[in-house]
């Protein structure tokens, strides 16, 4: 058998890419996977405002100001490996004012370590690192990951454990 080159124009290419992609949106999702359709009811959520959320969140770090650092609430610098855990509702404040998120783009959900906080952002590869990154400096370990697409659009969320959970206290967990 020889080798077969197969010829491609654009819009073929954009078809199987995008007949792909609704294919493993349609797969039931492994144990342990974020179910972002229940989690996050994009029914709810208007389109225009999908749109306007669908950013590399880079850009949107170097506007806010980053400068290679995370910092924490009141002015204390977190450096890469956090030595406490930031409530959740402290991280999510953190998280929303340096990526410009929206209140929808947030979710708590029980998960084996007690209340996990979720972060759905736009599923652009660097936007993973940086919000993984950042929710690591405010003391949240990544838990588990997921993608959905919805308006022709792949989003992701990522699920987040406390890494020193006597640092939270309950009373400041709140159902976002």
């Known amino acids: 058998m020889g080798n077969k080159v197969i010829h491609l124009n654009e819009r073929e290419l954009k078809r199987i890419i995008k007949d792909s992609v609704f294919e493993a949106s349609k797969k039931p999702l492994k144990v342990g996977d974020i ?21 590399d969140l880079s850009f949107t770090v170097s506007s806010a100001g980053y400068g290679g650092k995370f910092m924490g609430v009141n002015g204390k ?14 991280t999510r404040k953190e998280i929303q004012a340096k ?14 370590n007690g209340i996990q906080l979720v972060i759905l ?14 929710m690591s400096a405010c003391g949240w370990s990544l838990a588990v990951k997921g993608c959905v697409v919805k308006n022709k659009m792949i989003w992701r969320a990522m699920s987040f454990d406390p890494m020193f959970q006597k640092n939270v206290p309950l009373d400041s967990v709140i159902l976002l």
Request: hydrophobic residues 35%; charged residues 30%.
């Open 121 to 134: 952002y736009p599923g652009i590869f660097r936007n993973t690192r940086l919000i993984k990154r950042a």
């Open 99 to 112: 990526f410009h998120l929206k209140d929808w783009q947030f979710a708590t959900q029980n998960g084996a």
């Open 35 to 55: 179910d972002i359709r229940t989690l996050f009811n994009f029914d709810n959520i208007p389109e225009e405002e999908l749109e306007k959320q669908y950013v």
């Open 77 to 90: 610098i977190l450096k890469e490996e956090a030595t406490s855990t930031l409530t959740i509702d402290e």
